[in-house]
C-alpha cells in the first residue's frame, strides 16, 4: 500500500493532521503550495528524462568507437 511508511497512522490520524494542515496555512495557501510541489515534481522528472537521454546518447557513442 502506498501509505505503509506512515505506520501505523489510521484515517482518523491523518484526517486529524489535514486539518491542523489547514487551519495553519489556511485554504488559499494549500493550492498555491500545490502547484508549486507540482512545478517542482515536473521539473525533477523533465531533469530525470534529460539524464536518460544523456546516458543514451553517450551509450550509442561508445558502440560506435
Known sequence: ????????????????IALVVLLFFGGKKIPEMMKGLGKGVKAFKDGMKEVENDVKIEANEENKE
Open 1 to 16: 500500500m502506498i501509505l505503509d511508511f506512515i505506520g501505523g497512522l489510521g484515517f482518523q490520524e491523518i484526517l486529524l
